[in-house]
């Protein structure tokens, strides 16, 4: 139980305990539940309130009564948890969060949303979306292997790599695939890494998923066709299993471990619904063979 000493007739109380013991706050009328070591982690006015050096209010329910606006204190609480935290859109809100932090004697804090507020006065805006450009196999290996905890997509499209005239719509689902990239990295450029590689001679345009920095599973959006007695290259966009091989590989976000039940599951129903994939004359002349 807390070590508290109680004024009854000011209300006042004086906080020590394990810091595994829990205290129930309320902010300008936010309520806030958590331990006493996440409120003295840090060198701040709340660990003087909450380490027996600093008398607090309570009512008689127990709750430790902070006279402050509330709407930012969750972040003041991820940050004093983390270490770290995202700073609001908006400069008001990081204007708050600024004045909030100063008052608990924040340092840290304060010095992040007083460098935000001086970008945004400048200009300077973070992107909200980073793509890299593969060079080298390796520098790939190196981006997948590196952010392992985190799922991946790459797109592979290179148009010059066709050997035939392409069919009328290809063109345009090039595009589409594009587009499509363009679009899923904006929407889960936080949860997920998208690669794009310009370079590469072995696809033409080919979406491959990883996780856990394995790969799980391709969707090959290209395919040899006939047409008048002449090979073309026919180039498909298949919007809905690009989408649901992005939901899978989700799946894979959060974990601290690969999953093995998961790997096999996910790439085996992969191998089974792939389309098929670009080949070469040598390679079609052999089946034709065969």
């Given at each position: 139980?807390?070590?508290?000493?109680?004024?009854?007739?000011?209300?006042?109380?004086?906080?020590?305990?394990?810091?595994?013991?829990?205290?129930?706050?309320?902010?300008?009328?936010?309520?806030?539940?958590?331990?006493?070591?996440?409120?003295?982690?840090?060198?701040?006015?709340?660990?003087?309130?909450?380490?027996?050096?600093?008398?607090?209010?309570?009512?008689?329910?127990?709750?430790?009564?902070?006279?402050?606006?509330?709407?930012?204190?969750?972040?003041?609480?991820?940050?004093?948890?983390?270490?770290?935290?995202?700073?609001?859109?908006?400069?008001?809100?990081?204007?708050?969060?600024?004045?909030?932090?100063?008052?608990?004697?924040?340092?840290?804090?304060?010095?992040?949303?007083?460098?935000?507020?001086?970008?945004?006065?400048?200009?300077?805006?973070?992107?909200?979306?980073?793509?890299?450009?593969?060079?080298?196999?390796?520098?790939?290996?190196?981006?997948?292997g590196t952010n392992s905890t985190k799922p991946a997509i790459k797109l592979l499209i290179n148009r010059h790599n066709n050997k035939y005239s392409y069919t009328s719509t290809s063109d345009?689902?090039?595009?589409?695939?594009?587009?499509?990239?363009?679009?899923?990295?904006?929407?889960?450029?936080?949860?997920?890494?998208?690669?794009?590689?310009?370079?590469?001679?072995?696809?033409?345009?080919?979406?491959?998923?990883?996780?856990?920095?394995?790969?799980?599973?391709?969707?090959?959006?290209?395919?040899?066709?006939?047409?008048?007695?002449?090979?073309?290259?026919?180039?498909?966009?298949?919007?809905?299993?690009?989408?649901?091989?992005?939901?899978?590989?989700?799946?894979?976000?959060?974990?601290?471990?690969?999953?093995?039940?998961?790997?096999?599951?996910?790439?085996?129903?992969?191998?089974?619904?792939?389309?098929?994939?670009?080949?070469?004359?040598?390679?079609?002349?052999?089946?034709?063979?065969?």
């Amino acid at each position: 139980m807390f070590e508290t000493e109680i004024t009854t007739m000011s209300g006042k109380t004086t906080i020590k305990g394990n810091p595994s013991q829990y205290v129930k706050l309320n902010v300008g009328g936010c309520l806030h539940y958590t331990t006493i070591g996440t409120l003295t982690k840090h060198d701040t006015m709340l660990r003087a309130m909450f380490s027996g050096r600093m008398e607090v209010l309570s009512d008689s329910d127990g709750w430790i009564l902070i006279d402050r606006c509330g709407k930012h204190f969750g972040t003041i609480l991820n940050f004093l948890r983390d270490g770290s935290v995202p700073l609001p859109e908006s400069s008001r809100d990081i204007a708050e969060l600024l004045a909030e932090a100063k008052y608990y004697c924040i340092a840290e804090l304060a010095e992040c949303c007083n460098k935000a507020l001086h970008k945004k006065e400048k200009g300077e805006h973070e992107p909200l979306c980073v793509v890299p450009l593969i060079t080298s196999v390796k520098e790939e290996e190196t981006l997948i292997g590196t952010n392992s905890t985190k799922p991946a997509i790459k797109l592979l499209i290179n148009r010059h790599n066709n050997k035939y005239s392409y069919t009328s719509t290809s063109d345009d689902n090039l595009l589409k695939n594009i587009e499509l990239f363009d679009k899923l990295s904006l929407w889960y450029s936080n949860r997920v890494m998208f690669l794009k590689d310009v370079i590469s001679t072995s696809e033409i345009c080919c979406w491959v998923f990883y996780g856990h920095g394995k790969k799980v599973s391709e969707v090959c959006c290209t395919s040899i066709v006939y047409a008048t007695d002449k090979k073309h290259t026919k180039v498909e966009c298949p919007e809905a299993r690009i989408y649901e091989e992005t939901l899978n590989i989700l799946l894979y976000e959060n974990r601290n471990a690969p999953n093995q039940e998961l790997m096999q599951a996910t790439s085996t129903r992969a191998a089974v619904s792939g389309m098929s994939s670009y080949t070469s004359d040598e390679e079609e002349e052999r089946s034709v063979v065969n």
